[in-house]
Antibody, heavy 120, light 109 residues
Framework: QVQLQESGPGLVKPSQTLSLTCTVS??????????WSWIRQHPEKGLEWIGYIYYSGSTYYNPSLKSRVTISGDTSKNQFSLNLTSLTAADTAVYFC????????????WGQGTPVTVSS | EIVLTQSPGTLSLSPGERATLSCRASQSVSGSYLAWYQQKPGQAPRLLIY???SRATGIPDRFSGSGSGTEFTLTISSLEPEDFAVYYC??????????FGQGTKLEIK
């Protein structure tokens, strides 16, 4: 059973950079066919896909966030990370990491989510 | 970008009743790459249905999915108390590759 766990600061100031890490257990981020994604959910709103990193290290980002997003992986720790720059209040959300599957193009395992507030 | 529109926004039903949730796409969803998720307060979404009609591992058979192209449906044949939650559909397609509907809240009548 794959498990994911997000970690990072719960409060970040406007204009700063958000850095979150997702630690994966029960599976390897170097396994083909898995797309390690970040997804966020604004308060009382729906879900927004941010981007993914593939086992090869290739990345793909939501065009709406592309200029501010970087996703990277650390195979030695079986982790992947999200950096989101130039934060505003609109980035306040719960951030989830999840495993995307190539076979079905869905997300079969999710972290519990970590709330992030952007405020001075 | 493919926009998913879910209806109704809120559905009020009683345990034992049948629930029918709709997800309409602005363009045809390629390969029937349409999934459904259930989310309860304070929890992550849980995958219910993938490929429009296949149940994910451990999902009870009262949950079923159907549809193709631009019209998809999630049906819960007989509601259990634990089924009251928010349900999202998700598609894979053109840029951005993943998008979600705005959700349907299933509440107890």
């Amino acid at each position: 059973q794959v498990q994911l766990q997000e970690s990072g600061p719960g409060l970040v100031k406007p204009s700063q950079t958000l850095s979150l890490t997702c630690t994966v257990s029960g599976g390897s981020i170097t396994t083909g066919g898995s797309y390690w994604s970040w997804i966020r959910q604004h308060p009382e709103k729906g879900l927004e896909w941010i981007g993914y990193i593939y086992y090869s290290g290739s990345t793909y980002y939501n065009p709406s966030l592309k200029s501010r997003v970087t996703i990277s992986g650390d195979t030695s720790k079986n982790q992947f990370s999200l950096n989101l720059t130039s934060l505003t209040a609109a980035d306040t959300a719960v951030y989830f990491c999840a495993r995307g599957t190539w076979a079905h193009r869905d997300f079969d395992f999710w972290g519990q989510g970590t709330p992030v507030t952007v405020s001075s | 970008e493919i926009v998913l529109t879910q209806s109704p926004g809120t559905l009020s039903l009683s345990p034992g009743e049948r629930a029918t949730l709709s997800c309409r796409a602005s363009q045809s969803v390629s390969g029937s790459y349409l999934a459904w998720y259930q989310q309860k307060p304070g929890q992550a979404p849980r995958l219910l249905i993938y490929g429009a009609s296949s149940r994910a591992t451990g999902i009870p058979d009262r949950f079923s999915g159907s549809g193709s192209g631009t019209e998809f449906t999630l049906t819960i044949s007989s509601l259990e108390p634990e089924d009251f939650a928010v349900y999202y559909c998700q598609q894979y397609g053109s840029s951005p590759p993943y998008s979600f509907g705005q959700g349907t809240k299933l509440e107890i009548k």
